[in-house]
């Protein structure tokens, strides 16, 4: 009897120890959360912003908290050299240094912070749903979302940032920026950005897909 005894407490025992692992096995893994966008970023959006988009009119702009990792409605994948190589933007004269570092960053979305300083007020927005109340910017009303009589809309609805890719020597910047609107219209671009005696600025632009009511992302009617 002490000998079966002694058996069944070690079954125990082993069961007991291998019980956390069955469990852990059994679970499905957590996601790991996305990772900042680097404070060195923002200076691009910034720019991008004051460039492209903001009017005397603009008294809010409103931002997808999430990057975007996909450059065009109808294509789903994340940038690789290829799809760059195929569609040779800006005529093929991106530095394939700025095109690598654009690809790596882009391979999954990470989540913007509260470092916009373009000088409107802004909040974020998180796909189809509400506003981030993490912002502490005060929501439009729905009725703000006009066009003014001659001028343009006061509110810009909304911004889709990538993370910026840069060359080594970090003199280059490449940035893509989507303006999906609430209306099915909108336009995506690419802002290449170079420094002179350490100021920065946009050398060129591509658009890479424009939307309009009548026509599907790709312009064809």
């Known amino acids: 009897m002490r000998y079966w005894h002694g058996v069944v407490i070690t079954l125990i025992m082993s069961l007991g120890m291998l019980h956390p692992a069955m469990q852990t096995g059994s679970m499905a893994a957590a996601p790991e959360p996305a990772?900042?966008?680097p404070a060195e970023d923002y200076p691009f959006y910034d720019l991008a912003v004051e460039d492209k988009f903001l009017?005397?009119?603009?008294?809010?702009?409103?931002?997808?908290?999430m990057t975007a990792t996909h450059l065009?409605?109808?294509?789903?994948?994340?940038?690789?050299?290829?799809?760059f190589a195929q569609r040779e933007y800006f005529d093929g004269r991106l530095p394939q240094d700025l095109l690598r570092d654009f690809v790596a960053k882009n391979q999954r979305p990470s989540r913007l912070d509260m470092r916009f300083g373009f000088g409107v007020r802004y909040r974020f927005m998180t796909g189809e749903g509400g506003g981030d109340t993490e912002t502490s910017v005060p929501?439009?009303?729905?009725a703000w979302f006009v066009q003014q009589e001659g001028g343009a809309p006061d509110v810009i609805d909304r911004l889709a940032f990538s993370r910026v890719g840069l060359s080594l020597r970090a003199n280059q910047a490449l940035l893509y920026v989507?303006?999906?609107r609430p209306d099915g219209t909108g336009a995506g671009f690419l802002l290449w950005f170079v420094r002179q005696q350490k100021i920065w600025s946009l050398l060129d632009t591509e658009v890479l897909w424009v939307s309009r009511?009548?026509?599907?992302?790709?312009?064809?009617?």
Do not use: C, Y
């Open 35 to 37: 990772e900042s966008v």
């Open 55 to 65: 009017t005397s009119q603009t008294k809010l702009v409103v931002i997808e908290r």
């Open 72 to 83: 065009h409605p109808d294509e789903p994948q994340v940038p690789t050299l290829a799809w």
């Open 139 to 142: 929501v439009i009303p729905a």
């Open 178 to 180: 989507a303006n999906p």
């Open 213 to 221: 009511p009548d026509q599907d992302p790709s312009g064809r009617r």
